[in-house]
């Protein structure tokens, strides 16, 4: 149901006074709410002010930049400036908080949060995905765009920090070593002509300028019920409630975004410079090639509010993939998207056969999406769809990743599925000579298989998806008794199998018994 703008959304006062009446009314005094502030501070305990702390976590942590960008070589392709600067940063972050694990809380050093510059598929969330699995901290990710300013619909920024607790198992101390990374930032920038309130930019910008800064977020949120009753409960058999808190000093922010426009602005500042490429000799730099050169004006201007760019003093600037990088891609990276699809024909005991031509062609039509590295997905998804459902029901076991396959997919698959039908018919013809055979010397009857009559049984077994003995055995059930009395009335030792003997074969028997009696007559 949609929501009244004009709704008055209740404050945690408010909130509180309706469930004390609430369980008031339900239990009487027998219970009471422990926690219902929305900052750590309103707290309610029996032993007020009371706080468990436990010890510091030991995080193992000794990593050069050089190891960190090496192991971002194995599943990223290109950006090696954005891995340099990566791999600095998250060495100068994490060799900071050691050295406070030990010597206490260190206040010379500014956290160096990140924002990342670069289009859409480069590797942003690649990147620091993959370093958080490198280094063993929980990993948090969002899109901007959910958030709004507290009171307003939509996501609270503080409930990144809480997921962090979430995807670190309940362990506190592990969620305060996070890294929390947020998507479409720039979608985020507030307009220069908004007339109001803000509602989806400076708020936002605002509230997460209070985390990337340092504060303590509550894992219990006056808005929401089920920790709410967790915390009477807790108060009901404990006498009291711990105040449940995550620090925000040694997590990490890490925001991206495609940026578009802020090269203009980038390039009107720059006026007339060439920033670095001949006016002769090489192409007219790219919108992408000005973000090295983004200063915290640029952010300014293009929307960012000064107090909330100045928590970001770290830029990473990623470069727009080339049909050769997507290829390496699929080739090399450890993560390669097409290492998925080996993985499903390889569970239908089919392998798929990869070559260059082939990998190269996918990557070419992925760069014409112009998404990056996600095209990728898209055009092997399209490529392999197909396959995926008819080849497991057919005798097909190898299949070779050409260029023409990528081009003509269906073709090619119907190609592939009329040869190998035509090569499993003839193999299923020859063994079902041998079956004949098998059948002769078993009965001591000798029955000859036409060439045709073999080729209608093969097709009838491929269609029912029968075994080939079962098909042998349901059609000539009877004739073992039949023959053998054809056998002992008269002299016939062979008998043909013949296409009118396969498509009826109870008449074709009785037509050769009435035969040979009525020669005996």
């Known amino acids: 149901m949609p929501i009244n703008s004009g709704t008055k959304w209740p404050n945690p006062d408010e909130l509180r006074k309706d469930m004390e009446e609430f369980f008031s009314k339900k239990y009487g005094d027998k219970v009471k709410l422990g926690v219902l502030g929305a900052e750590p501070d309103q707290a309610l305990t029996a032993d007020e002010g009371t706080e468990t702390k436990n010890a510091p976590l030991d995080l193992q942590f000794d990593y050069l930049p050089r190891d960190i960008k090496k192991y971002l070589d194995r599943f990223v392709v290109k950006q090696d400036a954005a891995k340099k600067v990566l791999a600095t940063t998250i060495c100068d972050h994490y060799n900071h908080i050691k050295r406070c694990s030990v010597k206490g809380p260190c206040k010379e050093y500014s956290k160096q949060n990140i924002i990342m510059l670069g289009p859409t598929g480069v590797g942003k969330t690649y990147l620091v995905r993959t370093i958080a699995d490198l280094i063993g901290v929980p990993f948090v990710k969002a899109d901007a765009t959910k958030f709004s300013e507290t009171g307003y619909v ?49 708020g936002v910008q605002r509230g997460l300028l209070k985390l990337m800064e340092e504060t303590e977020v509550s894992l219990r949120t006056p808005f929401d019920l089920t920790s709410q009753l967790q915390a ?37 500042r720059l006026g007339a410079k060439t920033i670095g490429f001949s006016s002769t000799g090489r192409s007219a730099p790219r919108d992408e090639d000005y973000f090295q050169y983004a200063k915290s004006n640029d952010f300014i201007e293009y929307g960012f509010e000064s107090e909330f760019v100045g928590r970001l003093p770290v830029v990473v600037s990623c470069h727009e993939l080339g049909v050769d990088d997507l290829f390496q891609i699929l080739k090399n990276s450890e993560g390669s998207i097409i290492r998925q699809y080996v993985n499903a024909f390889e569970a239908y005991g089919i392998d798929l056969a990869l070559t ?3 990998l190269y062609r996918i990557a070419q039509k992925a760069y014409e999406d112009h ?63 041998s079956i004949a055979e098998e059948w002769s010397k078993k009965n001591g009857i000798q029955i000859h298989l036409r060439p045709e009559a ?11 998806g029968d075994k080939l003995e079962d098909i042998f055995s349901e059609i000539f059930k009877d004739y073992e008794h039949g023959l053998n009395l054809i056998r002992r009335m008269g002299s016939a030792q062979q008998f043909e199998i013949t296409e009118d003997v396969v498509r009826d074969p109870r008449a074709a028997l009785d037509q050769w018994i009435r035969s040979y009696y009525v020669s005996r007559q």
């Open 454 to 464: 073999a080729r209608m049984l093969s097709r009838k077994a491929l269609e029912r």
């Open 232 to 268: 009477a409960m807790e108060f009901q058999s404990k006498g009291k409630v711990a105040r449940s808190v995550i620090n925000t000093r040694h997590i990490l922010f890490i925001v991206s975004g495609a940026f578009n426009g802020l090269a203009d602005i980038i390039r009107r």
């Open 154 to 202: 939509g996501g609270d920024v503080e409930d990144l920090v809480r997921e962090l607790v979430h995807k670190a198992d309940g362990n506190i101390q592990l969620a305060e070593y996070g890294i929390i990374y947020l998507d479409e930032i720039d979608k985020i920038a507030t307009p220069t002509n908004i007339l109001g309130r803000d509602v989806s930019g400076g």
């Open 356 to 358: 260059d031509a082939g």
């Open 371 to 433: 998404t990056g590295a996600r095209s990728l997905v898209g055009v092997c998804e399209r490529t392999f769809r197909e396959y995926k459902y008819s080849l497991p029901h057919s005798p097909v076991k190898c299949l070779e990743l050409t260029e023409r396959l990528v081009n003509q997919p269906d073709e090619v698959l119907e190609e592939i599925l009329r040869d190998a039908k035509a090569a499993r018919l003839e193999e299923m013809t020859l063994e079902f000579h």
